[in-house]
């Protein structure tokens, strides 16, 4: 069963999402010695701030120099862009910090290309991804898209991609239209999958994710998936209008 956690107020769901965090990192780092992390753009950034960054105590125990930071999808803009995904997590989190983290942005330097070029990109990204991630932290636009996986007939050629581990989104609805993604099987090797929703702009797709259970919708779909390992971490004003849950 897909875990819903509701907070009243932001400082919470910050917290809890942190603790994820912590305790996913401590356990890949019981086996291992690096931790892989991907994460979205948009509003998780600035969560992702606030508790790694703000939360003195949760800081504190951040092993930076053995994460592994991907990008679930980016936008195909050169990396100081204001629409880069790589971008804003540099300036809400490595930007104020100290240590030395490895991070792995989209190859800048064919962005300005054409389709080949955006064929390569997502080639290369496939390439250095690892199998399996410890940890994939989501978001959920209005639409109920998630990473660059968009509902509609238009966009199933990314949800049905399986031999791709990410892909050349060339049509996306909301701009930049050229992005690369992480398709469907990326997320089914990933061991934890973490979606962070807030905000009344998503009381109506938290309704026809949880109540109405929207079977076309890519963050229905990825709970249908992947159930035992998908979390939801959401706010009482995104759920709002929810009953089932």
Not at 96 to 114: M, R, T, W, Y
Request: aromatic share 8%; glycine share 6%; hydrophobic share 40%.
């Amino acid at each position: 069963m897909v875990t819903v956690n509701k907070f009243s107020d932001k400082p919470s769901l910050a917290k809890n999402l942190g603790e994820i965090v912590l305790q996913a990192q401590d356990a890949a780092l019981q086996k291992g010695d690096v931790f892989n992390l991907a994460i979205s753009g948009g509003s998780l950034v600035n969560v992702l701030h606030a508790t790694l960054i703000e939360d003195k105590e949760l800081a504190g125990k951040v092993k930076w120099e053995q994460w592994r930071v991907y990008f679930c999808d980016e936008r195909i803009v050169p990396l100081d862009h204001a629409d880069s995904n790589y971008g804003a997590f540099k300036t809400a989190v490595l930007d104020k910090l100290q240590a030395n983290v490895k991070v792995f942005p989209i190859d800048e330097s064919l962005v300005n290309g054409g389709p080949e070029e955006f064929k390569k990109i997502a080639a290369n990204y496939a390439a250095i991804i690892p199998k399996s991630f410890d940890l994939i932290l989501l978001g959920c636009g209005p639409d109920g898209h998630t990473c660059s996986l968009f509902p509609g007939e238009a966009h199933k050629y990314l949800l049905q991609e399986r031999d791709e581990r990410v892909s050349w989104c060339h049509d996306s609805p909301k701009p930049p239209p050229n992005r690369v993604t992480f398709t469907i099987p990326v997320l089914e090797d990933a061991k934890q999958l973490v979606f962070v929703a807030e905000g009344a702009s998503k009381q109506e797709i938290m309704h026809e994710i949880f109540d109405l259970k929207n079977a076309e919708l890519p963050t229905a779909i990825i709970n249908n998936l992947f159930t035992t390992k998908v979390t939801w971490l959401v706010n009482d004003e995104a759920f709002a209008k929810v009953t089932t849950c």
